[in-house]
């Protein structure tokens, strides 16, 4: 069972550079973020999906941008890289409705992008 | 304020030793309440997880809740070198749209000496 799989592991971009970071989950799950982990931050939420077609804004969305054309996908793109944007990223993803799961957030092993 | 307050530590403490971990918040509407744990260079893993204010243990491992004073805490019995990594509190509104997106605090790493 993959769960959340996140690609590239590592990346260094130069800066103006844009790519994409890409995220895939096997659980059928509705809901999909992106977050930044930044030292001394925690965890901050870019973009999120609660299904495919749908996608909105977290705490801090911008210079990236996501989509949602599939349950299973939700890429992220950076679209012209900043010194800023050097950070660990996490894909996360869970069911979406109340019910007798939790809600538990599964997380990808993350991406570590360095902007230089 | 940040919504969610979390003392990043860190916090060092020998084999055996009980562990409190803490956190503060802001919004009294939050209804669910979680604690992750992260190893150094993994993704957060799900710990516990506690739907309004009470209780909860699961092993060596007790999460509680205390809505009237926005107060969340983790506490470790028996702690285990196993045991070193950074916890982290959530918390959530409800279901649907953003009321559903996770809160995090910033963590507390632990280490737990032999």
């Known amino acids: 069972n993959a769960g959340v799989t996140q690609t590239p592991k590592f990346q260094v971009l130069k800066t103006g550079q844009s790519m994409t970071l890409q995220c895939a989950q096997d659980?059928?799950?509705?809901?999909m973020s992106w977050y930044r982990q930044d030292p001394g931050m925690g965890l901050r939420l870019i973009h999120y999906?609660?299904?495919?077609?749908?996608?909105d804004q977290g705490e801090v969305p911008n210079g990236y941008n996501v989509s949602r054309s599939t349950t299973e996908d939700f890429p992220l793109r950076l679209l012209s890289a900043a010194p800023s944007q050097t950070s660990v990223y996490f894909c996360?993803?869970?069911?979406?409705?109340?019910?007798?799961?939790?809600?538990?957030?599964?997380f990808g092993e993350g991406s570590r992008l360095t902007v230089l | 304020q940040k919504e969610v307050e979390q003392d990043p530590g860190p916090l060092s403490v020998p084999e055996g030793a009980i562990v409190s971990l803490n956190c503060t918040y802001s919004?009294?509407?939050?209804?669910?309440f979680m604690w992750y744990r992260q190893y150094s260079r993994k993704g957060p893993e799900l710990l516990m997880y506690?739907?309004?204010?009470g209780n909860k243990e699961d092993g060596r491992f007790t999460a509680q809740v205390d809505k009237s004073s926005k107060y969340i805490s983790l506490f470790i019995r028996d702690s285990q070198p196993s045991d070193s990594a950074t916890y982290l509190c959530?918390?959530?509104?409800?279901?649907?749209?953003?009321?559903?997106?996770?809160?995090f605090g910033k963590g507390t790493k632990l280490s737990v000496k032999p």
């Open positions: 996360a993803s869970s069911y979406h409705r109340p019910g007798p799961n939790t809600g538990e957030l599964f």
């Open positions: 659980m059928n799950h509705e809901y």
């Open positions: 999906s609660v299904g495919a077609g749908i996608t």
């Open positions: 919004n009294s509407a939050f209804q669910y």
């Open positions: 506690t739907y309004s204010s």
């Open positions: 959530a918390m959530r509104l409800n279901y649907g749209g953003s009321q559903g997106n996770l809160i």
